[in-house]
């Protein structure tokens, strides 16, 4: 579903992506690891076309986007949601529109079909009855549950997490990672960034550790785990500063 290919990136002389490369089956959780600023969220946001790369391929369910205009990229942003590091809601518009904006934009629904969507949304993400609240009377957690649930609202084929449980308490981070279980279960492809090592041992099928703008290590959660002096192990013991 995803492929990336020799994917090369710098800003200005920083290079942040020497050589990444790697494929995510669909159906699957890819975990993607790596420290603080070594190029995950660029990577996301490559996939959905909001950065270009400069040398390499990215393909989507079997079309290179890499030099998609505006116009080409709206297809592939209805197939990939992309759940921002920050929740990213309209700040001036209560819960129900946050939700509602990409059905009216997005979709053909009538206005009593989106109501009922956005009901059903926020019923499965325990947020009923928010509604009418506005972004900035919900707490860090419920942010982030509408974020994802805005996200999700089109029943998109990839879904792309950057660090959903950042910050989270243990209740919402259960919850997070219960949604994620059940969109894997309805087929969702999906790669989840995070330095959260339990929820990513809890949702993906393998993990990839980027370093020094590489992928150097991929595998099962099973293979990495039990590789105790592998190079996943000493990432998460704190042995790379990057
Ligand atoms: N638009 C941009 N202009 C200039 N530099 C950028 C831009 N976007 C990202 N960078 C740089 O690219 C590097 C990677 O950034 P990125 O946000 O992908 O890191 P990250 O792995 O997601 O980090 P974190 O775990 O802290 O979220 C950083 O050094 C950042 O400063
Ligand atoms: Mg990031």
Redesign the pocket.
Known sequence: MIMVRRFK?S??E?I?HRNVSFDVEAGECLGLV????????????SLIGL?KPDSGVISIDGERINRYNERQLIPIRKKVAYVF?GGALFDSMNVFDNLAYPLREHSEMTRSEIADRIREQLAEFGLEGSEKLMPAELSGGMQKRVGLARAIITRPKVVLY??PTAGLDPYNTKKIQEMILRLKSKGVTSIF?T?DMPSAFAVCDRLAL?LNGEIRASGTIDDMKSDPNGILQRFINGSFTN
């Not at 790596?34 to 946001?45: A, E, H, P, Q």
């Open positions: 990136k800003f200005d920083k942040v790596g420290g603080s600023g070594t190029g995950k969220s660029v990577i996301l946001r950065e590091q950057d660090e960034v330095h980027l």
